[in-house]
């Protein structure tokens, strides 16, 4: 069988922000290289990564993953990524301003993605989780109770009578925000519970993305949620949202 025209490289295991490039292909059944996930004999394993970020490649050197390969590009920042991968797997919306607004979504929902990431590691990557602790649980309040909510009702107030966030149909900037709600319901279950009843379309258009990639949610290429990721279930992390 040929390669896929699309590989995806991503630390092999958590979700984190490769997910949200995973999402696209699994949704509309589009064959990708998964190239970490792959043995490390086959070029796969955190190396591949490296490859690319230390810049043993050519072309030019992404900062980090993921990163995305295709015909002779290498693309990196998820909202990119993104932005290229919609229209070639029909997940633009067709006219420009409804691309502009699918992609001011996507940068946002990487804004999120960056405060969730914050509210366990505060005090930058370079430390493990114990070493953040004190902050954390001061991040975490604030995230829950100033933020978490403010951030949900935005999404929710986007989604139109159609029940998608932009236009008539389903796009990438769907895709990406069941990803958001799923993370969110699972890292701050008590503070989810609190938001939940202000976001009815969130929730409707969460249960109808899980619809359409059931398959891959059942199947192994799905990863758990896990601490290693972005999204993580700490429990002294979690409490009422403000
Ligand atoms: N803004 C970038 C962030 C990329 C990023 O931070 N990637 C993480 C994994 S999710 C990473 O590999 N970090 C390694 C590093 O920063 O050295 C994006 O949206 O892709």
């Known amino acids: 069988m040929a390669d896929p025209a699309f590989t995806l490289i991503y630390w092999p295991m958590l979700q984190g922000r490769g997910e949200f490039v995973r999402l696209l292909f699994e949704a509309t059944g589009t064959a990708y290289l998964d190239l970490a996930r792959q043995p490390v004999e086959q070029g796969g394993g955190v190396e591949a990564i490296l ?3 230390q810049g043993h490649v050519p072309g030019p050197t992404p900062f980090a993953a993921p990163i995305l390969l295709h015909e002779r590009r290498v693309i990196a920042q998820m909202p990119n990524i993104v932005s290229h991968l919609a ?3 029909g997940l633009a919306p067709k006219d ?3 691309r502009v607004w699918a992609n001011q979504l996507q940068l946002t929902i990487g804004d999120v993605v960056d405060e969730v990431h914050d509210t366990h590691h505060p005090l930058g990557s370079g430390f493990v989780y114990e070493d953040h602790l004190q902050a954390a649980k001061i991040r975490a309040q604030f995230f829950r109770e100033h933020r978490m909510r403010r951030w949900l009702r935005y ?4 989604i139109g009578d159609a029940g ?22 699972f890292a701050f279950p008590r503070a989810f519970a609190d938001v939940r009843g202000d976001v009815p379309r969130s929730l409707a258009l969460r249960d109808r993305i899980a619809e ?21 279930d700490y429990p002294e992390l979690d409490g009422p949202a403000g």
């Open 51 to 53: 490859r690319y970020t």
């Open 87 to 89: 229209p070639r797997l």
């Open 96 to 98: 420009e301003t409804g």
């Open 155 to 158: 999404f929710e107030a986007a």
């Open 164 to 185: 998608w966030l932009v236009g008539d149909g389903c796009t990438s900037a769907d895709l990406s925000y069941f990803q958001l709600v799923e993370g969110l319901a």
């Open 212 to 232: 359409r990639l059931a398959d891959y949610l059942a199947s192994p290429r799905r990863l758990p949620f896990n601490r290693q990721g972005i999204f993580r």
